[in-house]
């Protein structure tokens, strides 16, 4: 097994709270935070013969996923942030194309931010 590409990423979004209350119980919007929304990208991966083999026969009685998940998955070829996906294949030949279609996430957290840093910056602005 050869990795010929791996683009996969962690996809992280931002909730912005819209902050249109109708009972006006808060004095404005919550603040922004960032949240790890899934995985994109592709991974491309040259089988050998006996490999190819091996996947075609899981794939025929359904078991691709288990199959992915004991010889890639585990081999750390995706982002930290993501413990284990579900996968979307297509096969050319003896090349293995995988799409994550569910993943699940790590208990990711943004960094936080140097506030240090930043005091720092304002008042030499200042």
Known sequence: MKTLSNT???LIERWDDPG????????????????????EGELKIELTPEEL????????????????QENIEDKNTFPKEIVSATWIHKIEGNILTLWAEEVEVSDWQPEEPDYDLIRKEITTFL
Do not use: I, K
């Open 8 to 10: 996969l990423e962690a």
């Open 20 to 39: 249109d209350y109708p009972s006006n119980a808060g004095s404005g919007p919550l603040p922004s935070c960032d949240y790890l929304e899934g995985m």
């Open 53 to 68: 083999t091996q996947f075609n026969e899981a794939v025929e009685v359904g078991e691709q996923q288990d199959w992915v």
